[in-house]
């Protein structure tokens, strides 16, 4: 028997919005994915601008597109690549230049307070609410 492939997907990155994320940092959701909990976006990141102390509960990816990004394994800049194991923490993130990113989470990151409690979860499912009220309405 044979069975259909699931579509084919392309982003026409251009045609999409840049969502606010706030403290000086946008995104474009390329993709998400309720199955596996995947979730690809750019981030855009202004120079100064850095994302609060989180754990990866799902593997990252990166590619830098542009500028430079500061965090423990060092400092990517633009055709880096990067790989942030399950489980992995990082304690700080920051863009010293206006910096654009390419990633892909492989389930959630956890955003935590001073005392390791969590103050935000970025999922899937954030991402995808974020795309269709973006792609709903007018912005
Ligand atoms: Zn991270």
């Known amino acids: 028997m044979k069975t259909e492939n699931p579509p084919d997907i392309l982003c026409q990155t251009a045609k999409l919005p840049w969502i606010e994320f ?5 995104y474009k959701v390329l993709r998400t994915s309720a199955e596996t909990g995947d979730w690809t976006v750019i981030f855009r990141c202004a120079k100064g601008s850095g994302f609060p102390p989180h754990y990866h509960h799902g593997a990252g990816e990166y590619l830098m597109l542009e500028g ?3 965090y ?7 055709g880096d690549y990067g790989y942030e194991p399950l489980g992995v923490y990082h304690e700080s993130t920051t863009f010293p230049e206006d910096s654009e990113l390419l990633f892909t989470n492989h389930g959630p990151v956890a955003f935590v307070n001073p005392d390791m409690s969590i103050s935000m979860i970025l999922d899937w499912k954030f991402f995808a609410e974020k795309q269709a ?3 709903a309405g007018a912005a």
């Open 22 to 26: 706030g403290a000086g940092i946008h």
């Open 68 to 70: 430079v990004m500061d």
């Open 72 to 78: 423990r394994a060092g400092k990517a800049v633009a």
């Open 133 to 135: 009220e973006h792609a």
